[in-house]
């Protein structure tokens, strides 16, 4: 017998991670961090990339973006997880309508395929919605202020919801307090529904400011401690007056008159205006008052 001498060799090989090059175009800049030794696990600040050598790929996802990639064979796996109603975007305007889609829902969060409409058993679960369609078309109600609406699509064994936003895109257009020069949702917080205390031109609190002026000014018309307040200095050469509170969303101009005559009121040339204080009162300062006297009030705009 003869013996033969076997020789065998093995080979190992040592992972070792890279630094991935930074790549951009003139539509793109992309930073990369740190790539495996198989070349195809990528991450960053800005992404994530998981792979494997050779020609199997995985999934790409941005953190905080609403964006998932499936990419070479791994991308064509997935699972259906049951049915999915989308609506582009999920809100519709009062009195207007809106398409709501279904498919099937697969495991990363999109739908695979959009089927029929008229397939689907369609039904609204909540909200002011008027009507869904057979199709899926929604129609809106009317509303004092945004407001969630939900809609069930049923399809076969599976059954899917769609939280909506119906948007209040018309101020002055509800119920009993349509056109009446106050905005819905301002009557709605402060006084309910069909209240005639909402009145415009009432005094609810007491406090010698009407409903509307305490809707310009942002204050609440059932709170007779909040006023609009305004405040003179004693002169020293020039005229600091306060008024408050004040807010960024509100444009306050100071007006003066000497003789108080209809159509004497006129912007104090030259106001000085210093920031709003930490207790939300605005100062304007009339830099040349005069000798004699002075009238003065704020004109204030929403």
Request: net charge negative.
């Amino acid at each position: 017998m003869r013996i033969v001498p076997f020789l065998f060799l093995t080979l190992f090989s040592v992972p070792v991670a890279g630094l991935a090059a930074s790549s951009s175009s003139t539509d793109y800049s992309v930073v990369a961090d740190v790539i495996d030794s198989g070349g195809a696990a990528a991450s960053s600040a800005d992404y994530s990339t998981q792979g494997s050598a050779g020609a199997v790929a995985g999934s790409s996802v941005t953190p905080g973006v609403s964006g998932f990639a499936r990419h070479g064979f791994l991308g064509q796996i997935y699972e259906r997880v049951g049915l999915g109603l989308v609506a582009m975007p999920a809100t519709v305007d009062e009195s207007g309508t809106r398409q709501v889609l279904g498919g099937d829902a697969i495991d990363d969060g999109t739908l695979l395929s959009v089927v029929p409409g008229g397939s689907i058993t369609w039904s609204i679960q909540s909200g002011p919605l008027t009507g869904i369609s057979a199709t899926g078309l929604v129609t809106a109600d009317v509303v004092a202020q945004d407001t969630p609406a939900t809609i069930q699509g049923t399809l076969g064994p599976d059954t899917a919801m769609l939280a909506m936003t119906v948007l209040d895109t018309i101020a002055d257009n509800f119920g009993s307090y349509a056109a009446d020069g106050l905005p819905d949702d301002f009557q709605v917080q402060f006084f309910g529904l069909d209240n005639p205390l909402a009145s415009p031109e009432l005094d609810v609190d007491g406090d010698g400011q009407t409903n509307y002026f305490e809707w310009v000014t942002g204050l609440s018309p059932v709170n007779g401690a909040a006023r609009f307040e305004t405040k003179l200095q004693v002169p020293d050469g020039q005229m600091p007056v306060t008024f408050g509170p004040c807010f960024p969303d509100r444009t306050y101009t100071l007006l003066y008159s000497d003789d108080l005559s209809v159509g004497s009121w006129q912007p104090v040339p030259g106001a000085i205006v210093l920031p709003i204080d930490t207790n939300s009162f605005c100062t304007v300062i009339d830099p040349s008052p005069g000798t004699d006297r002075r009238f003065y009030r704020v004109e204030v705009k929403r």
